[in-house]
């Protein structure tokens, strides 16, 4: 016996392990809830905190699980799509004399500045400032894969990260009912009649909660799927004991849910409110068919739970009937789509290189349509693929396409590998297409809080895929 394989089976040694993962998995959590109870870390200081935070918390996780070879297949493709994300930012923002992917501007401004380089970004120190919001989503990811490399890691990590949606989710509720002016933060706008939580908006909350539903719609699929099948322990230790005392964890999860959902109405976002639910729908009705095609569960009593499931978000739907009539009421916003065309407009002459990662508030400008009525100076596209094709031209599609591709190929072999815990992909999945869906008529991917928070659970996931399990 070799003596690494003495020491993984010392129990000291092993119980040394589980303190430090244990340890480690805590402020991974503190790092996540760091990220995103402080407005979303959209000011430079709480993103250079964050940031700082994740990435400390990725070199000890590294540091302490490298016995996860499972991990590597994480790992590889994820870092590898990060390497070339901040690889490229550098040369956007690299500024040298002959440079031969400058943007124009640099040449048509040389003569007056007296200038004789030029770069492909338009704001070379704005792209440079940028990397830390760009590469903190990895940092998380990777973080969560690994702590999720067994079941049981997997489920202290992804019950954290639920515990943690439901914990702003509640505070949401009690800041919208008890102290609805109260000002988070130093923040300057307020989004009155709203509920937002920690977020800025009712749109950037929206995206979050239905994250948050999500995370706690599979925090309840595992503890359910514990129950399922042969009689539970506890039953057999304590016959005498009530139906809601055995099952009080899924139905405290199931209330929570429930005041998530809530939660994400009362948020009053159009885009937000019919995204999530479409997307929590969709996961719900994914896992009762793969457990009634498992014979986990009868079909009509599945066809009831799908009834009741589908009842109760009718049920509260009327109580967002508000959001409802605003969305009735306001139409499609002629603004947004006017920003999107000048988007485009500005896209077709920078559509190679891009203007620089991070750029948007300083090239808009030039393409504005005086016709448009769009109050201020927007700095963001409302649209993330827009605006990411500007800020990183064609590459931007690559690295978007290589990402996917590595997410749904894990959450793939999930989906056909795991059998109790296959609900833990399908979520997975549902919140891919709820941030991809999203993305496209805003731009959450681009709240550091929200990306760090949608990391982690498809880190979690993803770990969880491939991790060692037994069913």
């Known amino acids: 016996m070799s003596r690494r394989t003495m020491m993984r089976t010392d129990p000291v040694f092993v119980s040394t392990c589980d303190g ?32 700082a935070t994740h990435a400390l918390v990725f070199i000890l996780t590294i540091a302490a699980v490298r016995d996860a070879r499972q991990a590597t297949r994480i790992l590889r493709p994820v870092l590898l799509v990060a390497a070339s994300a901040i690889a490229y930012l550098a040369l956007q923002a690299a500024w040298f004399s002959g440079n031969p992917f400058a943007n124009p501007v640099w040449a048509a401004v ?8 030029g770069a492909i970004s338009v704001a070379p120190d704005a792209t440079l400032g940028s990397i830390p919001a760009l590469v903190m989503p990895f940092l998380a990811f990777g973080s969560a894969a690994l702590l999720s490399r067994d079941d049981a890691g997997g489920w202290r990590t992804w019950r954290g990260l639920a515990l943690l949606g439901i914990a702003v989710s509640l505070f949401g509720l009690v800041r919208y009912l008890a102290f609805p002016e109260i000002r988070l933060f130093g923040q300057t706008f307020l989004d009155r009649g709203a509920l937002t939580s920690f977020f800025v908006n009712r749109n950037n909350a929206a995206t979050f909660l239905g994250l948050s539903s ?5 925090w309840l699929a595992w503890q359910t799927a514990r129950l399922d099948g042969t009689p539970s322990t506890s039953r057999l230790a304590a016959p005498g004991r009530s139906f809601a005392m055995r099952h009080a964890g899924p139905i405290l999860t199931g209330l929570a ?45 599945a066809i009831a739970v799908a009834g009741i499931w589908l009842v109760g978000l009718a049920g509260l739907a009327i109580l967002a009937q508000r959001a409802i009539l605003r969305a009735e009421l306001g139409g499609l916003s002629d603004d947004r789509f006017c920003l999107y065309r000048q988007t485009i407009a500005a896209i077709r002459d920078n559509w190679v290189w891009g203007t620089g990662f991070g750029t948007f508030g300083d090239v808009f400008p030039a393409y504005r349509n005086a016709g448009c009525t769009i109050h201020g100076i927007p700095e963001q596209a409302h649209n993330s693929y827009l605006e990411g094709t500007l800020g990183l031209g064609l590459p931007f599609l690559l690295l978007l396409a290589a990402t996917l591709a590595v997410l749904v190929s894990i959450l793939a072999t999930g989906l056909r590998e795991r059998r109790r815990l296959r609900p833990i992909p399908i979520v997975c999945l549902a919140a891919l297409g709820l941030m991809l869906a999203h993305s496209a008529v805003d731009f959450p991917v681009q709240i550091p809080g929200i990306a760090v928070y949608f990391a982690a659970l498809l880190g979690s996931g993803a770990g969880l895929s491939l991790a060692r399990r037994p069913g």
């Open 214 to 218: 999500l995370a706690s719609l599979g």
């Open 257 to 301: 849910l429930f005041a998530t959902i809530v939660a994400l109405l009362l948020t009053r976002s159009r885009a937000g409110i019919a995204i999530s639910l479409a997307s929590l729908v969709a996961a719900a009705a994914f896992i009762a068919r793969d457990r009634v095609r498992r014979g986990i569960w009868p079909r009509p009593p």
């Open 110 to 117: 040389a003569e007056d500045l007296g200038l004789s380089r």
């Open 20 to 51: 430090t993962i244990g340890a480690i998995r805590l402020a991974f959590l503190f790092a996540v809830a760091l990220t995103v109870v402080p407005l979303g870390s959209t000011t430079p200081v709480q993103l250079h905190v964050s940031s």
